[in-house]
């Protein structure tokens, strides 16, 4: 997933670290959002939104409450992402025309979607390390998904439950499928993360960090719902690998300050460092010159598709910065950004 819902952190002392200087981080992600064409920016709650998908849940049946999941500060999260990076022309631009040709309520109802899946994966996401005694029930659920039986976990079945749903929300066969296939590699990632905390990491496995890391982003389904489903797949699929990986890539980077913070030693970049033998700050400087390239290249393969399509990724990126810049849990506020 994008990233762990974390308690509180302990508040960072002024150099940050004995290894990283909070001015080289936040020189390197100024260097980023400008490469990338966007901006720091805290985009404002949308109560109204938290609402709509709260009321969906309930009518759906879905857990809702704080004990014992947390569930409602997953939701925010899911439906800051909703709000910010899946907008999809509904919080910017002009929607005269999406509510002329009837694309508005599909793109609403996408985000929606979107929102709800994201709080319910993030909590999957969360599993290992905040609700261990889920485990099984983790393990369990890609074969009870393709049986049609229960999950034994109610945040699992209401994960289960919009999964049977993309069919109707992403347009078509292709983008549903390719979101389905990956968030069931996105389950199986999870348990490769348990599974292997102890491996140690070859100096040839050049692509492991990238295969494992858009495995447990779910990448590829991000990679979908960054375009609304109005838009055919054929105008964006070659990009798909370079989007897949660039997702991960920019919460890597957005990542890399709280993360260090926390100590976290088994994330992308300290897979990296792991594999190249070099430090994670190189290998976080290494996240960014990887994640412009990637940009740079998307973009260049959606100038030979309709406008929308580029137009579409391009305000994803936006968003999708804005989503990591909107919520406290990043602390990019104290990078000084």
Not at 201 to 218: C, D, E, F, H, L
Not at 293 to 318: H, M
């Given at each position: 997933?994008?990233?762990?819902?974390?308690?509180?952190?302990?508040?960072?002392?002024v150099?940050?670290?004995?290894?990283?200087?909070?001015?080289?981080?936040?020189?390197?992600?100024?260097?980023?959002?400008?490469?990338?064409?966007?901006?720091y920016?805290?985009?404002?709650?949308?109560?109204?939104?938290?609402?709509?998908?709260?009321?969906?849940?309930?009518?759906?049946?879905?857990?809702?409450?704080?004990?014992?999941?947390?569930?409602?500060?997953y939701?925010?999260?899911?439906?800051?992402?909703?709000?910010?990076?899946?907008?999809?022309?509904?919080?910017?631009?002009?929607?005269?025309?999406?509510?002329?040709?009837?694309?508005h309520?599909?793109?609403?109802?996408?985000?929606?979607?979107?929102?709800?899946?994201?709080?319910?994966?993030?909590?999957?996401?969360?599993?290992?390390?905040?609700?261990?005694?889920?485990?099984p029930?983790?393990?369990?659920?890609?074969?009870?998904?393709?049986?049609?039986?229960?999950?034994?976990n109610?945040?699992?079945?209401a994960?289960?439950?919009?999964?049977?749903?993309?069919?109707?929300?992403?347009?078509?066969?292709?983008?549903?499928?390719?979101?389905?296939?990956?968030?069931?590699?996105?389950?199986?990632?999870?348990?490769?993360?348990?599974?292997?905390?102890?491996?140690?990491?070859?100096?040839?496995?050049?692509?492991?960090?990238?295969?494992?890391?858009?495995?447990?982003?779910?990448?590829?389904?991000?990679?979908?719902?960054?375009?609304?489903?109005?838009?055919?797949?054929?105008?964006?699929?070659?990009?798909?690998?370079?989007i897949?990986?660039?997702?991960?890539?920019?919460?890597?980077?957005?990542?890399?300050?709280?993360?260090?913070?926390?100590?976290?030693?088994?994330?992308?970049?300290?897979?990296?460092?792991?594999?190249?033998?070099?430090?994670?700050v190189?290998?976080?400087?290494?996240?960014v010159?990887?994640?412009?390239?990637?940009?740079?290249?998307?973009?260049?393969?959606?100038?030979?598709?309709?406008?929308?399509?580029?137009?579409?990724?391009?305000?994803?990126?936006?968003?999708?910065?804005?989503?990591?810049?909107?919520?406290t849990?990043y602390?990019?506020?104290?990078?000084g950004?």
């Open positions: 997933m994008l990233s762990h819902v974390s308690p509180p952190l302990q508040q960072p002392t150099g940050f670290s004995n290894t990283v200087p909070i001015h080289s981080v936040r020189n390197t992600i100024h260097r980023l959002l400008a490469r990338c064409n966007a901006q920016k805290v985009v404002p709650f949308d109560n109204a939104f938290y609402q709509q998908c709260f009321d969906i849940a309930v009518q759906r049946g879905y857990p809702v409450s704080s004990e014992p999941f947390s569930v409602p500060n939701l925010r999260v899911g439906v800051v992402f909703g709000a910010t990076a899946c907008a999809h022309g509904t919080t910017y631009g002009d929607t005269t025309r999406l509510v002329a040709t009837g694309a309520d599909a793109r609403h109802a996408l985000r929606t979607w979107i929102a709800l899946y994201t709080a319910y994966a993030t909590f999957t996401d969360d599993i290992p390390k905040r609700f261990p005694q889920e485990m029930s983790l393990r369990a659920f890609n074969d009870r998904f393709v049986r049609g039986e229960k999950q034994g109610a945040m699992l079945d994960l289960a439950d919009l999964l049977r749903e993309a069919p109707k929300v992403f347009g078509g066969p292709v983008p549903a499928n390719l979101v389905t296939t990956s968030i069931l590699d996105f389950i199986t990632a999870t348990m490769i993360e348990v599974d292997t905390q102890d491996m140690q990491i070859s100096a040839t496995a050049k692509q492991y960090p990238s295969y494992q890391r858009v495995m447990s982003g779910s990448g590829e389904a991000y990679a979908v719902m960054a375009f609304p489903a109005d838009i055919p797949f054929e105008e964006y699929i070659q990009a798909m690998p370079d897949a990986l660039f997702i991960c890539t920019v919460n890597d980077v957005l990542s890399f300050y709280k993360e260090e913070l926390a100590g976290e030693s088994t994330n992308h970049v300290a897979t990296i460092a792991a594999r190249k033998g070099i430090s994670r190189e290998a976080f400087e290494e996240l010159d990887t994640s412009v390239e990637l940009y740079e290249r998307i973009v260049s393969t959606l100038q030979g598709s309709p406008r929308s399509a580029r137009e579409a990724f391009e305000q994803f990126v936006v968003g999708y910065v804005g989503f990591h810049t909107s919520l849990r602390r990019l506020t104290e990078v950004l």
